[in-house]
């Protein structure tokens, strides 16, 4: 879930007084038990559910789950997917940090996301599931029958992936610096039990597939769902009720910031930031399911009806989400001091694991913490496995082995899962947080930019395939510029943020939304003069019947051979 409009959630160079931390043993043991069984019930996936006489040798075994999961599995792994460990640490942070604008709207937008998800995903599960489809990219070049088109989704979709991966290890991170886990001084123990956790998710996942992440999440969801309610229900009663909380963060937050001279941020949403806060929440919700991991989850399901069902039920976590921002205004109340490893250096990140650890037994806090380390092993490894479908299916099919075998995709898949990831990992190590952010905020307003080619295509071939694409690469070029030209004022850094006013106005809206416009209107015109003009455009391999296809409709292979599954070219 990408919910962090500017980079202010990244380590602050505020030093506090204190000692460099020392380790929390029981907290560290209670975390250190759950992980190993996570990390079981992850090589043991591989048994679950089986993969046929083929094994988990084919995408849509290894990278779909066989396409065969239910409502509850469904509902766990798109829960697992989408509220990760990053939104649940940065979330409150940006509610401690600056207020409601940069962490509250991630609350609506999960609210709206949901119909949207109802009315399009179904009709992509529908056709994907008659032409046999992984990817949007395979959609999109099936749909309008090019494959310049197709790449470029499937570039667009794996580059803004591979920051959110990354996001998933500073989750895990912040849970190793509060338990005092580390060292300043000495950069390889620093970064040990990171590597030593995602070389267990990069082999249960190179095992299990998609199947270890859909076990995991039940855990991981139990875990969460357990550790916000005691909280939202214990704290609030500690600190003096919400009353007192709540006039807490008033007085922080409207205090004036040494680097601006204006207040750190809002409480409530001023009449000045409505327009951020809605365009925010609206292009995130319009981006969200554009992402490769949640595709690949809706993909996984084995019924259109089993994604109508998850759109009802999954606002649930929207619940949860809502609780757990709130937990930003407690740590306020509680005086939470969210310091790095020696003691000094004030991480927003850390301030939820710093509140469990600083007010709940350490038996406890380990479960709380085991649940955000464990919640970003889940979407990196479907994070993981959706970039490297793309890239076997739209890059290496499609542009260098075209007669390529379903086992050798699997095959490909694989290894290109452990390349995505350990790339993320070498990220994380060797970058700073700030940077990985930055580039997070890049992907979200790219993603949004595959909207038009994806959606239109769920229901009209009116748009020209080459307009699509022109519209994509303006838009792109756009969010890129506008989002460079937002220079922290703190860090007086580029990309420091997405939230920029419209070309000639004072109205200040999230980046993605104006990118999103200029694509559209491009895309649009360019449609109107390529038809006027007659410029060929590409095959269609779709019918109208596909798109409301139910489980027992037959693929299309099996019908005919007149509607070919090899690359659009």
């Given at each position: 879930?990408?919910?962090?409009?500017?980079?202010?959630?990244?380590?602050?160079?505020?030093?506090?007084?204190?000692?460099?931390?020392?380790?929390?043993?029981?907290?560290?043991?209670?975390?250190?038990?759950?992980?190993?069984?996570?990390?079981?019930?992850?090589?043991?996936?591989?048994?679950?559910?089986?993969?046929?006489?083929?094994?988990?040798?084919?995408?849509?075994?290894?990278?779909?789950?066989?396409?065969?999961?239910?409502?509850?599995?469904?509902?766990?792994?798109?829960?697992g997917?989408?509220?990760?460990?990053?939104?649940?640490?940065?979330?409150?942070?940006?509610?401690?940090?600056?207020?409601?604008v940069?962490?509250?709207?991630?609350?609506?937008?999960?609210?709206?996301?949901?119909p949207?998800?109802?009315?399009?995903?179904?009709?992509?599960?529908?056709?994907?599931?008659?032409?046999?489809?992984?990817?949007?990219?395979?959609?999109?070049?099936?749909?309008?029958?090019?494959?310049?088109?197709?790449?470029?989704?499937?570039?667009?979709?794996?580059?803004?992936t591979?920051?959110?991966?990354?996001?998933q290890?500073?989750?895990?991170?912040?849970?190793?610096?509060?338990?005092?886990v580390g060292?300043?001084?000495?950069?390889?123990?620093?970064?040990l039990?990171?590597?030593?956790?995602?070389?267990?998710?990069?082999?249960?996942?190179?095992?299990?597939?998609?199947?270890?992440p859909?076990?995991?999440?039940?855990?991981?969801?139990?875990?969460?769902?357990?550790?916000?309610?005691?909280?939202?229900?214990?704290?609030?009663?500690?600190?003096?009720?919400?009353?007192?909380?709540?006039?807490?963060?008033?007085?922080?937050?409207?205090?004036?910031?040494?680097?601006?001279?204006?207040?750190?941020?809002?409480?409530?949403?001023?009449?000045a930031?409505?327009?951020?806060?809605?365009?925010?929440?609206?292009?995130?919700?319009?981006?969200?399911?554009?992402?490769?991991?949640?595709?690949?989850?809706?993909?996984?399901?084995?019924?259109?009806?089993?994604?109508?069902?998850?759109?009802?039920?999954?606002?649930?976590?929207?619940?949860?989400?809502?609780?757990?921002?709130?937990?930003?205004?407690?740590?306020?109340?509680?005086?939470?001091?969210?310091?790095?490893?020696?003691?000094?250096?004030?991480?927003?990140?850390?301030?939820?694991?710093?509140?469990?650890?600083?007010?709940?037994?350490?038996?406890?806090?380990?479960?709380?913490?085991?649940?955000i380390?464990?919640?970003?092993?889940?979407?990196?490894?479907?994070m993981?496995?959706?970039?490297?479908?793309?890239?076997?299916?739209?890059?290496?099919?499609?542009?260098?082995r075209?007669?390529?075998?379903?086992?050798?995709?699997?095959?490909?898949?694989?290894?290109?899962?452990?390349?995505?990831?350990?790339?993320?990992?070498?990220?994380?190590?060797?970058?700073?947080q700030?940077?990985?952010?930055?580039?997070?905020?890049?992907?979200?307003?790219?993603?949004?930019?595959t909207?038009?080619?994806?959606?239109?295509?769920?229901?009209t071939?009116?748009f020209?395939?080459?307009?699509?694409?022109?519209?994509?690469?303006?838009?792109?070029?756009?969010?890129?510029?506008?989002?460079?030209?937002?220079?922290?004022?703190?860090?007086?850094?580029?990309?420091?943020?997405?939230?920029?006013?419209?070309?000639?106005?004072d109205v200040?809206?999230?980046?993605?939304?104006?990118?999103f416009?200029?694509?559209?209107?491009v895309a649009?015109?360019?449609?109107?003069?390529?038809?006027?003009?007659k410029?060929?455009d590409?095959?269609?391999?779709?019918?109208?019947?596909?798109?409301?296809?139910?489980?027992?409709?037959?693929?299309?292979?099996?019908?005919?051979?007149?509607?070919?599954?090899?690359?659009?070219?």
């Open positions: 879930m990408s919910i962090v409009p500017s980079s202010a959630g990244a380590t602050s160079a505020v030093m506090a007084e204190g000692p460099a931390r020392s380790i929390d043993g029981v907290a560290l043991a209670v975390v250190v038990v759950l992980f190993v069984l996570v990390g079981v019930l992850g090589f043991y996936a591989a048994r679950w559910r089986g993969g046929g006489k083929e094994g988990l040798h084919t995408l849509d075994e290894w990278g779909l789950g066989g396409r065969k999961f239910g409502s509850w599995v469904t509902w766990f792994l798109l829960g997917d989408l509220y990760t460990a990053y939104t649940f640490v940065a979330v409150p942070a940006a509610m401690w940090a600056t207020g409601a940069s962490g509250f709207f991630a609350v609506p937008y999960t609210i709206v996301l949901y949207i998800v109802f009315l399009l995903m179904s009709r992509l599960w529908s056709v994907s599931h008659r032409h046999g489809f992984v990817t949007t990219a395979d959609f999109v070049g099936g749909r309008y029958g090019s494959k310049p088109l197709s790449i470029a989704i499937a570039l667009t979709g794996m580059v803004a591979m920051p959110y991966i990354a996001l290890l500073v989750g895990i991170k912040a849970v190793l610096t509060v338990l005092g060292s300043t001084d000495n950069p390889l123990l620093n970064d039990p990171l590597v030593i956790a995602f070389v267990v998710l990069a082999a249960y996942t190179f095992t299990s597939g998609l199947r270890a859909a076990m995991i999440a039940v855990v991981k969801d139990v875990l969460i769902y357990l550790a916000v309610i005691v909280a939202i229900i214990y704290l609030p009663a500690k600190f003096g009720g919400w009353g007192t909380i709540f006039d807490a963060a008033q007085t922080k937050l409207t205090a004036l910031s040494p680097a601006t001279g204006k207040p750190v941020g809002a409480i409530i949403p001023g009449a930031s409505y327009s951020a806060y809605w365009t925010l929440a609206l292009g995130s919700a319009l981006a969200l399911f554009m992402y490769p991991h949640s595709v690949t989850g809706v993909l996984a399901t084995k019924s259109r009806n089993t994604i109508r069902k998850n759109a009802a039920l999954l606002p649930l976590y929207s619940l949860v989400l809502g609780f757990l921002a709130l937990l930003g205004y407690v740590a306020i109340a509680a005086g939470t001091k969210p310091t790095e490893l020696d003691g000094k250096t004030i991480n927003p990140q850390l301030v939820v694991p710093q509140l469990f650890l600083d007010n709940f037994p350490s038996w406890f806090a380990g479960v709380a913490l085991a649940a380390a464990v919640g970003a092993l889940v979407p990196a490894a479907i993981s496995i959706a970039a490297a479908n793309l890239f076997t299916r739209n890059i290496y099919r499609d542009v260098f075209p007669d390529v075998t379903p086992r050798t995709e699997a095959k490909v898949s694989k290894i290109a899962s452990l390349v995505v990831k350990f790339g993320a990992l070498i990220f994380v190590i060797t970058m700073d700030s940077a990985a952010i930055n580039l997070q905020l890049l992907g979200g307003i790219w993603i949004l930019q909207f038009p080619s994806i959606v239109a295509g769920l229901y071939r009116w020209h395939r080459w307009a699509l694409l022109a519209g994509w690469a303006a838009g792109i070029i756009y969010g890129t510029v506008a989002a460079y030209n937002v220079v922290s004022p703190a860090t007086k850094q580029h990309f420091g943020g997405s939230i920029a006013a419209i070309p000639g106005t200040q809206v999230y980046i993605a939304v104006v990118a416009a200029i694509n559209g209107m649009v015109l360019l449609t109107l003069v390529f038809h006027a003009m410029l060929a590409g095959k269609d391999i779709t019918r109208s019947s596909d798109y409301g296809a139910n489980e027992d409709n037959p693929k299309v292979v099996k019908l005919s051979t007149e509607l070919p599954q090899t690359p659009i070219a």
